[in-house]
Nanobody, 113 residues
């Protein structure tokens, strides 16, 4: 089993920054990790993911503004979010693959003036 716990969400003004963190507990080996989000009234979408080797991919709407990174030794994944827009308001979920998909409970990001 893998448990994922997110932190770092909150309220931020447009143009601001937030850094999300996700800690993975357990001993199962994890390969890919990433972040999804679900905005009110919308489908869940992939924001960014990263392989154990550090290869990354981003959804078009965040490329150039968000940066995903990970610390394999600490079993952590991060999402640095800059130049935030109201359209980034959503619940953000950490995801990890370790033989099966694991999900965190989510952290809320609200971008509003």
């Amino acid at each position: 089993q893998v448990q994922l716990v997110e932190s770092g969400g909150g309220l931020v003004q447009p143009g601001g920054s937030l850094r999300l963190s996700c800690a993975a507990s357990g001993t199962i080996s994890i390969s890919d990790m990433g972040w999804y989000r679900r905005a009110p009234g919308k489908e869940r979408e992939l924001v960014a993911d990263i392989t154990s080797g550090g290869r990354t991919r981003y959804t078009d709407s965040v490329r150039g503004r968000f940066t995903i990174s990970r610390d394999n030794a600490k079993r952590m994944v991060y999402l640095q979010m800059n130049s935030l827009k109201p359209g980034d308001t959503a619940a953000y979920y950490c995801w990890a693959y370790g033989g099966m998909a694991y999900w965190g409970k989510g952290t809320l990001v609200t971008v509003s003036s």
